[in-house]
């Protein structure tokens, strides 16, 4: 069984920092590419990172510059570190990866970002 633990989110004023962690279990973490999600009030969920096997990444452009996505295999650990946080980043952001074909995601964090 598959399941996606997402912890850190919280409440933090604009410029500040926060760190994402997502725990995978049930999978062959090492193997698998790892996203981050975000979704805020009234809006579509987007892509916000992305993080092969390998350990390439893939950011969307509003974020680029500001967050870092990062994995430790040895912990099933995939974090996003949130720096320069605005406003505009208020979401709930969801962990997510695929498995045979299914995608598979966590209960979500919240973030808000506000003074």
């Known amino acids: 069984q598959v399941q996606l633990v997402e912890s850190g989110g919280g409440l933090v004023q604009p410029g500040g920092s926060l760190r994402l962690s997502c725990v995978a279990s049930?999978?062959?973490?090492?193997?698998?590419?790892m996203v981050w999600y975000r979704q805020a009030p009234g809006k579509q969920r987007e892509l916000v990172a992305s993080?092969?096997?390998?350990?390439?990444?893939n950011y969307a452009d509003s974020v680029k510059g500001r967050f870092t996505i990062s994995r430790d295999n040895a912990k099933n650990t995939v974090y996003l570190q949130m720096n320069s946080l605005k406003p505009e980043d208020t979401a709930v952001y969801y962990c997510?990866?695929?498995?045979?074909?299914?995608?598979?995601w966590g209960q979500g964090t919240q973030v808000t970002v506000s003074s």
């Open positions: 993080i092969t096997s390998g350990g390439s990444t």
């Open positions: 997510n990866t695929r498995f045979r074909g299914d995608g598979y």
């Open positions: 049930g999978i062959i973490f090492s193997i698998h590419t």
